[in-house]
């Protein structure tokens, strides 16, 4: 199946910095989100983006899918923003739906 | 839009015995999913409806599991004889597909299940 990897595994910043997370597949895709679980487990749809570039107040998007990566940027962060950042993406061809990436763990430090 | 709900937030159960949990999607939806999450991994796809069709469900873990969405509204995930490494969240989304083949997921809070 589809190879979804994501970097950095950890991210430790201080509040107001900005980051950029990322996302590598392994197969062309028509269907790639992103999505933040919050500490209490609720996940959070923030891009429908399986191509392009979209931005959604302090947070913005690119994937490029003919290079197979997508980026995630939060910028000016928040204690708000901790959590996991999940990348998800679903294969032009086949049966798979949305498989999600082992997830970006950013903590956000007042 | 109420969201996804799912129910119960909490189930504990004994192995050998079996468990269902209901989920209700955001109500035009058409599509409805679950999926399981272990600790420290990503969900993992197990199955999915559109309308009152379960279009693939070769990704249920065994035959114990089962899911079912009668009147193409709710759902429910059964899993039968229960076993210890069946406990995790079991997290349900439902979408709207369009005409342009667009999909956005939106989860429900999730279902705990530890099984002792």
């Known amino acids: 199946g589809i190879q979804v990897e994501q970097s950095p595994p950890d991210l430790i910043l201080q509040e107001g910095a900005n980051s950029t997370l990322r996302c590598n597949f392994s197969d062309s895709v028509n269907n790639l989100q992103w999505f933040h679980q919050n500490p209490w487990g609720q996940l959070i749809n923030l891009f429908y983006?399986?191509?392009g570039t979209k931005q959604n107040g302090r947070l913005s998007a690119t994937t490029v899918a003919t290079e197979r990566y997508s980026l995630l940027y939060i910028s000016s962060s928040q204690t708000t923003d901790s959590g996991v950042y999940f990348c998800a993406v679903e294969p032009d061809f086949g049966n798979e739906k949305l498989t999600f990436g082992t997830g970006t763990r950013l903590t956000i430090i007042p | 839009d109420t969201g996804v709900s799912q129910n119960p937030r909490h189930k504990i159960t004994k192995r050998g015995q079996n468990v269902t949990f209901r989920c209700d999607p955001i109500?035009?939806?058409?599509?409805l999913y679950w999926y399981r999450q272990t600790l420290g991994q990503g969900p993992e796809f197990l199955t999915y409806f559109q309308n009152e069709a379960q279009l693939e469900k070769s990704r249920l873990l065994s035959d114990r599991f089962s899911a079912e969405r009668p009147k193409g509204s709710f759902s429910t995930l059964e899993i039968q004889r229960t076993e210890q490494g069946d406990s995790a969240m079991y997290l349900c989304a439902s979408s709207l597909i369009g005409r342009t083949g667009d999909e956005k997921l939106f989860f429900g809070s999730g279902t705990q299940l530890s099984v002792l």
């Open positions: 983006i399986p191509s």
């Open positions: 109500s035009e939806h058409n599509r």
